[in-house]
């Protein structure tokens, strides 16, 4: 054994790097170079003083660091302590999509619902019927994002685009008195709904899903019964024998 490699393992050996067989090769070496033997003598002088060296006291930053560490509001209510508001919201979202379903059963059995002012009863099937459709695709959107919350945001972009054009022809026919007081009010679902998806969407964070600690919390609201997404295995890695010498970096 060379110098060089002596000195490598007895650097080693002091971080209890070395297996028995390299400290064993390094101390023959040993006996027989006296200028390893001194700089094993240094070596074993400096790790000794390393070790008993008193730490040097730092400044404290605890009043710093805990305060950048305490979760938001936001972050807890998509943990655990926001489970129960996530069930409500479901619920609320299923009954939503029922009040939304019967107003499209309404239109589209051709029950009469003004269209014009009060002085005027007419109505328009054909119109009814393709509100009608429009209506219970958005119901049965509602009741999906009430059994699978983890779609909310995908639903956000057409429900607010929807909602948001609807609001403002009904504030315009309003005005314009070509709409009767009924028919804006049998929108209102679609807002309710709308604010619902929202907020899910907005509990459940950017993932999609709510914090791992409180699926099980989550678990009893409607769709309780949906497969969770496998997880990812983690997998250990193999032990191997310690690494050659030359490829361990020296103390």
Known sequence: MDCVTSVEILSAELDGATTE???????????????????????????????????????????????ALRPRRLDRLRGEAGGRARVLLRWALALVAVLQLAVALLQLTGVEIRVGAETARTTMPHIDHETGAWNAAVAVGLAWVALRARHAAAHLPVLASFTGVLGALCLLDLLTGRVGFERVVSHLPVLLGLVLVAVLALLNGPHGTPAPAARASSDTGPGAGEVPEPAEAEVEPLRSSPPPVARRESA
């Open 21 to 67: 067989e390299e400290s064993r090769r390094a101390r023959r070496h040993l006996e027989g170079c006296a200028e390893c033997r001194l700089r094993h003598d240094r070596f074993r002088a400096l790790h000794r003083a390393v070790r008993v060296m008193p730490a040097e006291s730092g400044p404290d930053v605890t009043d710093a660091v805990l305060p």
